[in-house]
């Protein structure tokens, strides 16, 4: 079995270690201490008196701070150990560790501690194999500061550690030679600044010097406000309220402001998405705008800042498209890859004017209607005249950069995930049916921005004809009437591609599919062989590329169900969505923790404890909020001019739930809702 790896994180900087707190570079997993996609520390090993440290326990304060309580040498030790070794870790824009050493004896402990520390400024690009750097070293034991730099042109990463204590500096590490009393202690802090430095060495983003135990007051003061601007939740299902408290926690953990940037938006997860995401941030701010809706003007700000307005096949930027991924790491910053700046997504564009017509809705916030109208209408204008790439009228995509990009540019982005159900791969320029509904709900929503906000009845009406005639022309290209089900994508030439997934279930929360359809949709997707009772599987079994533990071809994602329940709820298909709500937020409370990325596609009666996935990201920002979104879907909130709609349906077993200060237009208002077993099978009255 894998040793269990810790974090702690703040924004876009993270460390990874071992269960004893040590960071030692392993090719599966990126430890280490990383920020801005460059890790600044790939060695952090404690040894007292040459010995390594086993753990007895941790802490696990907040998502920034934790506490390895540990002894000296192996497990055989613990029942007579004279000597413990406290390491009290925190994050922010830096890294501080106290190591505290007590004597339990009678007699003075005379003892040798030791860090050894590196860093080989590895590109989270290249985790499995990192290039060889040559890394200069400053070493000085008078200021107690080791200084580790790395420099390719203008690219320039700093590791500045210094120490409280007296200890020996030298240029693999820092040791200290100590006396500690008869039942006493000896402590030293150690911080480590992560520096960015420019042309001609400026400082871009240097570490913060404030004193640990301030910055830590700070950082608790930063999310207990964050808690209390979001609702409250009161709920008979004792195991609820953890879940609901600790999604909250990671979307704070998640938060950060990117260089030369103030307001902070969601990055995508640990540990693979530390970095800004435009879909997973635009889909996370969809999900918690009843909870956290400070989330999003920042982040529609952001993606309106960085929107495409050039022709650039690299990195397939074209005006008007909004950004698919921002990277700053070296591969980046010298093309090595093309992320530094790159727009490889074909659902990001609609996505945008879906999240500021429903943040308005939610908000009243017309102003920021206004300042983002020109982003906006050339987001609406790039769905016609490049994404309609074949000139068909649906929205495609098609990787143009030279030197590869991603095969799929949809939220199932892995190379496997658009695939035919006997596993023939599709051709390229392939329309993926739940851009279709994206689309569609974008034209809808531009229509009404038009004609409510920018003055423009023009621009409404033909943003209204386009989109009836997308619904029209959808529904006669996309249904397939022997399955009685839409086909997941069409090909250029137009032959659909017939397997039956998940996405569907997006084409209900777009309300791109007619009435008269989605009954047939909904039981597919509550079928068994989509339905795990844990969630939604990304493709049905039965088929040929079906596979459990495939990420985009048989896994449950609490983000595609968390769309596809509220998808549900808007066809009046209530029981269904309450079916699966139920089944995440049980498997969130079995896992108690943070929610994963994915789970296996087992059925629920195969296996009566969620399984993750090896490579799954947790937290990841689109899965928390997923959790959040659930619970919005089950007491269907609802805006409704300057009121709030409540319309709960719960599942068996709820009880009562109440969510209290629910944030809007309205003020706060108070929304509750008990299970139908509680209410002789009647829904609640709506409040």
Same mark, same amino acid.
């Given at each position: 079995?894998?040793?269990?790896?810790?974090?702690?994180?703040?924004?876009?900087?993270?460390?990874?270690?071992?269960?004893?707190?040590?960071?030692?570079?392993?090719?599966?997993?990126?430890?280490?201490?990383?920020?801005?996609? *460059?890790?600044?520390?790939?060695?952090?090993?404690?040894?007292?008196?040459?010995?390594?440290?086993?753990?007895?326990?941790?802490?696990?304060?907040?998502?920034?701070?934790?506490?390895?309580?540990?002894?000296?040498?192996?497990?055989?030790?613990?029942?007579?150990?004279?000597?413990?070794?406290?390491?009290?870790?925190?994050?922010?824009?830096?890294?501080?560790?106290?190591?505290?050493?007590?004597?339990?004896?009678?007699?003075?402990?005379?003892?040798?501690?030791?860090?050894?520390?590196?860093?080989?400024?590895?590109?989270?690009?290249?985790?499995?194999?990192?290039?060889?750097?040559?890394?200069?070293?400053?070493?000085?034991?008078?200021?107690? @500061?080791?200084?580790?730099?790395?420099?390719?042109?203008?690219?320039?990463?700093? +590791?500045?550690?210094?120490? +409280?204590?007296?200890?020996?500096?030298? %240029?693999?590490?820092? &040791?200290?030679?100590?006396?500690?009393?008869?039942?006493?202690?000896?402590?030293?802090?150690?911080?480590?600044?992560?520096?960015?430095?420019?042309?001609?060495?400026?400082?871009?983003?240097?570490?913060?010097?404030?004193?640990?135990?301030?910055? $830590?007051?700070?950082?608790?003061?930063?999310?207990?406000?964050?808690?209390? $601007?979001?609702?409250?939740?009161?709920?008979?299902?004792?195991?609820?309220?953890?879940?609901?408290?600790?999604?909250?926690?990671?979307?704070?953990?998640?938060?950060?402001?990117?260089?030369?940037?103030?307001?902070?938006?969601?990055?995508?997860?640990?540990?693979?998405?530390?970095?800004?995401?435009?879909? %997973?941030?635009?889909?996370?701010?969809?999900? +918690?705008?009843?909870?956290?809706?400070?989330?999003?003007?920042?982040?529609?700000?952001?993606?309106?800042?960085?929107?495409?307005?050039?022709?650039?096949?690299?990195?397939?930027?074209?005006?008007?498209?909004?950004?698919?991924?921002?990277?700053?790491?070296?591969?980046?910053?010298?093309?090595?890859?093309?992320?530094?700046?790159?727009?490889?997504?074909?659902? *990001? &564009?609609?996505?945008?004017?879906?999240?500021?017509?429903?943040?308005?809705?939610?908000?009243?916030?017309?102003?920021?209607?206004?300042?983002?109208? %020109?982003?906006?209408?050339?987001?609406?204008?790039?769905? %016609?005249?490049?994404?309609?790439?074949?000139?068909?009228?649906?929205?495609?995509?098609?990787?143009?950069?030279?030197?590869?990009?991603?095969?799929?540019?949809?939220?199932?982005?892995?190379?496997?995930?658009?695939?035919?159900?006997?596993?023939?791969?599709?051709?390229?320029?392939?329309?993926?049916?739940?851009?279709?509904?994206?689309?569609?709900?974008?034209?809808?929503?531009?229509? $009404?921005?038009?004609?409510?906000?920018?003055?423009?009845?023009?621009?409404?009406?033909?943003?209204?004809?386009?989109?009836?005639?997308?619904?029209?022309?959808?529904?006669?290209?996309?249904?397939?009437?022997?399955?009685?089900?839409?086909?997941?994508?069409?090909?250029?030439?137009?032959?659909?591609?017939?397997?039956? *997934?998940?996405?569907?279930?997006?084409?209900?929360?777009?309300?791109? @599919?007619?009435?008269?359809?989605?009954?047939?949709?909904?039981?597919?997707?509550?079928?068994?062989?989509?339905?795990?009772?844990?969630?939604?599987?990304?493709?049905?079994?039965?088929?040929?590329?079906?596979?459990?533990?495939?990420?985009?071809?048989?896994? @449950?994602?609490?983000?595609?169900?968390?769309?596809?329940?509220?998808?549900?709820?808007?066809?009046?298909?209530?029981?269904?969505?309450?079916?699966?709500?139920?089944?995440?937020?049980?498997?969130?409370?079995?896992?108690?923790?943070?929610?994963?990325?994915?789970?296996?596609?087992?059925?629920?009666?195969?296996?009566?404890?969620?399984?993750?996935?090896?490579?799954?990201?947790?937290?990841?920002?689109?899965?928390?909020?997923?959790?959040?979104?659930?619970?919005?879907?089950?007491?269907?909130?609802?805006?409704?001019?300057?009121?709030?709609?409540?319309?709960?349906?719960?599942?068996?077993?709820?009880?009562?739930?109440?969510?209290?200060?629910?944030?809007?237009?309205?003020?706060?208002?108070?929304?509750?809702?008990?299970?139908?077993? *509680? &209410?002789?099978?009647?829904?609640?009255?709506?409040?």
């Amino acid at each position: 079995m894998k040793q269990e790896l810790v974090s702690v994180l703040a924004g876009n900087a993270f460390a990874v270690s071992d269960a004893q707190g040590d960071m030692e570079v392993d090719p599966r997993a990126p430890v280490g201490l990383i920020s801005f996609d *460059t890790r600044f520390l790939s060695r952090w090993v404690l040894t007292v008196d040459g010995q390594r440290l086993c753990a007895l326990s941790r802490d696990d304060m907040t998502y920034f701070e934790t506490r390895f309580f540990l002894v000296p040498g192996s497990a055989s030790h613990y029942v007579d150990a004279d000597v413990s070794v406290i390491r009290h870790r925190s994050i922010n824009d830096s890294f501080n560790e106290r190591i505290t050493v007590l004597n339990h004896s009678a007699e003075p402990a005379d003892l040798v501690v030791r860090m050894d520390i590196g860093s080989d400024f590895a590109d989270t690009a290249e985790i499995r194999h990192p290039a060889p750097r040559e890394t200069i070293v400053q070493a000085s034991s008078a200021d107690g @500061v080791l200084r580790l730099c790395y420099r390719r042109e203008s690219f320039h990463r700093e +590791t500045v550690v210094s120490t +409280t204590a007296p200890g020996e500096v030298d %240029d693999r590490g820092i &040791t200290y030679r100590i006396t500690v009393p008869a039942r006493g202690q000896w402590n030293t802090d150690l911080h480590v600044g992560m520096n960015i430095l420019g042309e001609a060495g400026r400082d871009l983003r240097s570490s913060l010097e404030s004193h640990r135990r301030q910055v $830590r007051h700070d950082m608790r003061i930063d999310l207990r406000g964050w808690r209390e $601007r979001a609702p409250q939740l009161v709920a008979e299902r004792t195991t609820l309220r953890p879940v609901y408290e600790g999604a909250l926690a990671d979307l704070a953990a998640l938060r950060y402001a990117p260089l030369a940037y103030t307001g902070r938006v969601p990055i995508g997860g640990l540990p693979w998405a530390m970095t800004i995401y435009g879909r %997973d941030a635009l889909v996370t701010c969809l999900q +918690t705008l009843a909870f956290t809706p400070e989330l999003t003007p920042p982040t529609l700000r952001l993606l309106a800042q960085d929107q495409g307005s050039r022709l650039d096949d690299e990195h397939e930027e074209e005006p008007g498209k909004i950004l698919g991924e921002i990277r700053y790491g070296e591969s980046a910053a010298f093309g090595d890859l093309p992320t530094a700046i790159s727009y490889a997504a074909a659902d *990001t &564009t609609p996505l945008f004017v879906i999240l500021l017509d429903e943040y308005e809705r939610w908000s009243g916030d017309a102003d920021l209607v206004r300042e983002l109208r %020109d982003p906006a209408r050339e987001a609406l204008d790039w769905l %016609d005249e490049y994404g309609d790439a074949a000139g068909d009228g649906y929205l495609r995509y098609q990787p143009r950069s030279p030197r590869g990009g991603p095969v799929n540019q949809g939220w199932k982005n892995s190379p496997d995930a658009i695939v035919h159900r006997d596993g023939r791969v599709p051709g390229p320029s392939r329309a993926t049916c739940e851009l279709q509904g994206y689309a569609y709900d974008a034209k809808v929503r531009g229509a $009404r921005l038009a004609r409510e906000f920018w003055d423009d009845p023009v621009l409404a009406d033909r943003l209204d004809r386009q989109a009836a005639a997308l619904k029209e022309r959808f529904n006669r290209d996309f249904w397939l009437p022997e399955r009685e089900y839409y086909a997941l994508a069409l090909e250029r030439d137009g032959t659909p591609v017939e397997t039956l *997934t998940s996405n569907i279930g997006h084409l209900l929360w777009s309300g791109i @599919v007619t009435e008269d359809r989605s009954a047939a949709v909904a039981g597919h997707l509550l079928g068994p062989q989509m339905f795990s009772g844990w969630g939604v599987r990304t493709l049905a079994g039965g088929q040929l590329p079906y596979n459990p533990v495939g990420a985009h071809v048989g896994a @449950v994602w609490p983000s595609d169900n968390s769309v596809i329940a509220a998808g549900l709820r808007r066809y009046h298909h209530d029981d269904e969505a309450a079916r699966i709500a139920d089944g995440l937020l049980a498997a969130a409370e079995l896992l108690a923790g943070p929610m994963p990325e994915a789970i296996a596609g087992y059925s629920r009666t195969v296996t009566r404890y969620p399984v993750q996935l090896p490579m799954a990201g947790r937290p990841q920002a689109w899965s928390s909020g997923a959790l959040l979104m659930l619970l919005g879907t089950l007491l269907g909130l609802r805006p409704c001019g300057e009121n709030l709609l409540v319309d709960p349906v719960l599942p068996e077993g709820f009880g009562r739930i109440e969510l209290l200060d629910v944030p809007g237009r309205w003020g706060r208002s108070d929304a509750y809702g008990r299970d139908r077993a *509680t &209410t002789g099978g009647r829904r609640p009255r709506m409040r």
